[in-house]
């Protein structure tokens, strides 16, 4: 099943970095989201963050927990991120958490696409199976 829409963020929040040493610099950084469409609700976001002399490059995980409803189902669930980008590309990959889904959303399963447009719109498809 495929559930698509836009989301918000809010409250982009980095800690002073943990370790900052020949142009790399660790750090922690917290965020919110607001889900519309298919997928409605809140999340809080968590992301270790590396940056590097080459602007362009750059990396984060994080691990987001996601309180929604989602085709009438009520519940919460995690996903986890794995991000890089350099001058030549970049990758993303976000997935549900195996076992992470609570209230009517136990069993879910999935990856989560994310497209930021030219205007700076953030959407998302996510593409989930439930395993009740």
């Known amino acids: 099943m495929f559930a698509k829409g836009t989301f918000d963020t809010a409250g982009w929040t980095p800690q ?3 370790d900052d040493r020949d142009g790399v610099s ?14 409605t609700g809140t999340s809080l976001v968590t992301l270790l963050v590396v940056s590097t ?28 991120h794995l991000a890089a980008s350099e ?14 889904g609570t209230g ?5 399963r999935g990856e989560m696409q994310i497209h930021i447009a030219p205007d700076g719109t953030h959407s ?9």
């Open 87 to 100: 001058p030549s590309g970049q990758s993303l990959r976000v997935s549900v958490v195996p076992d992470s």
């Open 16 to 18: 002073p970095a943990y």
């Open 53 to 80: 002399p080459v602007e362009e490059s750059k990396a984060y995980v994080a691990l987001e927990r996601i309180d929604a409803t989602l085709d009438g189902r009520a519940g919460s669930f995690t996903v986890q």
């Open 26 to 39: 660790l750090g922690v950084v917290t965020m919110t989201k607001t889900f519309h469409g298919d997928l």
């Open 104 to 108: 009517e959303l136990t069993g879910i």
């Open 124 to 132: 998302y498809v996510l593409d989930y199976t439930r395993l009740d």
